[in-house]
């Protein structure tokens, strides 16, 4: 079993939906971080986060530290959304990555 | 566009081939790192260089030799590669060696064939 899980591994949505993926770790951690990898391999950092809530654009990430969660949320989806989304569990300055959960939104 | 930039793209090579990836970054970061992506496995941490010393090797088979000569340039050395080695290869770079206060940034990936 991965210190670090995510789930759902695959989703589909359809345009304007909300998305919820979500990432449970085992570990105790430093930070998080979730990045976004486009179908043509290059990695993108969207958020690192300690502690509570951040917010960019459509997308919000939040995580609970007693409970070992964190979410990222996506709202409107767009088709241009479409990605793989990984988090990554800082512990202690080691990074234990989930294996990404697929993302496909539909026009 | 990261600001990490890594060549080839797309590299197949035969097993007793010698080849090298090549990273760099000019932003300034002082650590870079190795990654190793297969099908449906979690991104594998090979090495790490900060300030151009080595600070981890992940236990990783010989026929994969790291350098970095600056701060702004690293390279991983390939040769007589297995077939389970085909994966992408990814290179990143942070500000400093403590994750937890600053984000990575990772280039676009050396797809790697090997026959």
């Known amino acids: 079993k991965n210190e670090v899980e995510q789930s759902p591994q695959n989703l589909t949505a359809q345009e304007g939906e909300f998305i919820t993926i979500n990432c449970s770790y085992s570990v105790g951690i430093s930070a998080l971080h979730w990045l976004q990898q486009h179908p043509g391999g290059g990695i993108v950092s969207l958020f690192m986060l300690s502690s509570g809530k951040k917010k960019h654009g459509r997308l919000i990430a939040t995580i609970n530290i007693q409970e070992k969660h964190s979410s990222l949320h996506i709202t409107a989806s767009h088709p241009r959304d479409s990605a793989v989304y990984i988090c990554?569990?800082?512990?202690?300055?080691?990074?234990?990555f989930g294996t990404g959960t697929r993302l496909q939104v539909f026009p | 566009e990261t600001g990490v930039t890594q060549t080839p793209r797309h590299l197949v090579m035969g097993m007793t081939n010698k080849k090298s990836l090549k990273c760099e970054q000019h932003?300034?970061?002082?650590?870079m790192y190795w990654y190793k992506q297969s099908a449906k496995k979690p991104l594998e941490l090979m090495f790490v260089y900060n300030f151009k010393e080595q600070t981890e090797n992940n236990s990783v088979p010989s026929r994969f030799s790291p350098e970095c000569p600056n701060s702004s340039h690293l390279f991983l050395h390939l040769h007589t590669l297995q077939p389970e080695d085909s994966a992408l290869y990814l290179c990143?770079?942070?500000?400093?060696?403590?994750?937890?206060?600053?984000?990575?940034?990772f280039g676009e990936g050396s797809r790697l064939t090997v026959l």
């Open positions: 990554a569990a800082v512990s202690p300055d080691k990074l234990i």
């Open positions: 932003l300034g970061h002082n650590a």
């Open positions: 990143a770079s942070s500000q400093d060696w403590s994750l937890a206060f600053g984000e990575l940034f």
